[in-house]
């Protein structure tokens, strides 16, 4: 008798507790500002502070992160005025390369991400709209030009006068991914066994021609003075007759033979890596200056 008194009082209790976790969760949340009709909550901002904790290893405030995220929704939103977007896939195969780079799979990625509290989505979202306002950037301001007088003023600066740079010869391998296929992880798998067993250019070009679905380029020939310091520095350890880790990219998962390293008279790779410097922050010079000019225009209403 006294337990069928009770159950009433069990249900209510269970009922005061499943409002008490909605309330929860509607505080988590709560809309702080409005931009352009998009909301940015509570949660997004605490996202976005774990985020560059991990990523960027700094801590921000919660306006720094506010102000972050209110610039990331202008710029997709002015991108997406424009008939820019990327979608699903798109943004998937720019996390994957992500996930590649630092030497694991996508769905490592995302566990590890979990691990440290941080929703993969959030990760997708700033990499999706970094790269439509790095197309916008461009588009609006031009080619970036960096003056001869101001690399040589910055090498002199350094002390830097010696002009040698590396030649590599290459030979690009695509293990090609269809665009609706999505299966990188096993193409990544075959990338990386022809790379376990690659040790001459001769042997090793012949197996990959005889592989399904894969395309050998003909032999390129480039300047370390003409690329990315990290690319120079990951054909710099990779010995001659070896492949390059694999990377996944627009045509599928892509290796590089090296077969040739010879150093020539030329730019050095302390040159290009200052050219880089400037144009980076001519770059972003024209950036905040976009940004601002669209933030005066957008409509932001604080909660």
């Keep these: ?11 209510l209790a269970l009922t005061l507790l499943a409002l008490a976790a909605g309330a929860e969760s509607a505080s988590a949340q709560q809309i702080v500002v409005m931009v352009n009709g998009a909301p940015i909550t509570t949660y997004d901002v605490s996202q976005r502070q774990r985020l560059h904790q991990l990523i ?10 506010l102000d972050d995220l209110i610039d990331e ?5 002015q991108a997406k005025r424009l008939g820019a977007a990327l979608d699903e896939d798109d943004t998937n195969r720019l996390y994957a390369s ?18 440290s509290g941080l929703d993969a989505r959030t990760f997708k979202n700033k990499l999706a709209a970094d790269y439509l306002w790095n197309q916008y950037v461009r588009a609006r301001a031009g080619t970036v030009n960096v003056r001869e007088a101001d690399v040589m003023a910055a090498l002199q600066k ?18 090609v991914v269809p665009r609706k296929a999505n299966n990188y992880g096993a193409r990544l798998q075959e990338a990386n066994a022809l790379r376990s067993r690659f040790t001459d250019c001769d042997s090793g070009i012949a197996t990959a021609m005889g592989m399904k679905e894969v395309v050998v380029r003909p032999p390129v020939l480039r300047m370390s003075s003409d690329m990315p310091d990290a690319l120079r520095k990951i054909l710099d350890k990779t010995e001659i007759g070896r492949l390059t880790q694999p990377e996944v990219t627009q045509s599928g998962v892509e290796t590089f033979a090296i ?3 010879r150093e020539v008279r030329g730019d050095s790779a302390e ?19 976009l940004i601002e000019e669209l933030r005066r225009g957008a409509l932001i209403q604080y909660r």
Aim: proline letters at 4%; aromatic letters at 4%.
């Design 158 to 175: 350094r002390g830097a006068t010696q002009m040698v740079a590396t030649e590599y010869t290459l030979r690009p391998i695509i293990f």
């Design 271 to 289: 040159k290009r890596e200052i050219k880089d410097e400037l144009s980076t922050a001519q770059f972003n010079k024209e950036s905040k200056k």
């Design 259 to 261: 077969c040739g390293k």
């Design 1 to 11: 008798m006294t337990a069928l008194l009770l159950r009433p009082f069990a249900a």
């Design 98 to 115: 992500v996930a590649e780079r630092s030497g694991r799979t996508p769905q490592e990625l995302t566990a590890s991400l979990a691990q």
């Design 73 to 77: 929704n202008i710029k997709v939103q």
């Design 56 to 65: 960027d290893r700094k801590s921000i405030s919660s306006k720094e992160a």
